[in-house]
């Protein structure tokens, strides 16, 4: 009775996993210092591109995010219309990963998106496409940890203000008055 229980609870197992949908996504990793991206498929092929994420003032956040929405031929309302192509969408700030026709990969000078050269956004996009996709951002180097994370204003520490290293060449001289040290 034993084995005939065992029996079917294995059969039960191999029934339910066999028909629940496959969970298989790519998964993307992007390290901020590095200036990377490395892309892993479902069925194991890995890439690795150089990226540009976001400059001074506007960093790229790190944290876990999904994909919530793509548009293969996207231009930025935000920014003149700038060519966004193949662009995932990953925050609700708008940012995304996306291709780029500008020079300076390998170096953070986007507006917060993840830039990349246009043939590895498109293979990109493809893969994320067919398979879905979980994002991780790290790195950054004490930029802003999450969208939702900002340090308290008490923890910073005000700057000593630089001493000034020159004298103006011309002084205006002080008022005089003729009237000398008389009293009235």
Not at 90 to 109: D, V
Request: aromatic fraction near 8%.
């Amino acid at each position: 009775m034993a084995s005939v229980l065992r029996l079917f609870a294995t059969l039960a197992a191999v029934v339910l996993l066999t028909t629940l949908p496959a969970t298989a996504a790519v998964r993307i990793r992007i390290d901020l210092a590095s200036q990377s991206l490395e892309a892993v498929t479902p069925q194991g092929e890995t890439v690795r591109w150089k990226i540009s994420s976001g400059r001074r003032g506007y960093e790229t956040p790190t944290g876990h995010y999904g994909v919530m929405r793509m548009e293969a031929d996207h231009h930025s309302d935000e920014y003149d219309q700038a060519p966004m192509p193949y662009a995932i969408f990953f925050s609700p700030r708008g940012l995304a990963i996306h291709g780029t026709y500008e020079r300076g990969l390998g170096r953070p000078l986007s507006h917060g998106c993840v830039r990349l050269a246009v043939p590895n956004a498109r293979q990109l996009f493809e893969w994320v496409e067919k398979n879905g996709a979980t994002i991780e951002i790290t790195g950054g180097g004490g930029a802003i940890a999450s969208e939702e994370v900002e340090r308290p204003r008490a923890s910073r520490q005000p700057r000593a203000q630089p001493r000034q290293m020159y004298r103006p060449a011309y002084q205006e001289p002080a008022p005089q008055s003729n009237m000398g040290d008389f009293f009235f």
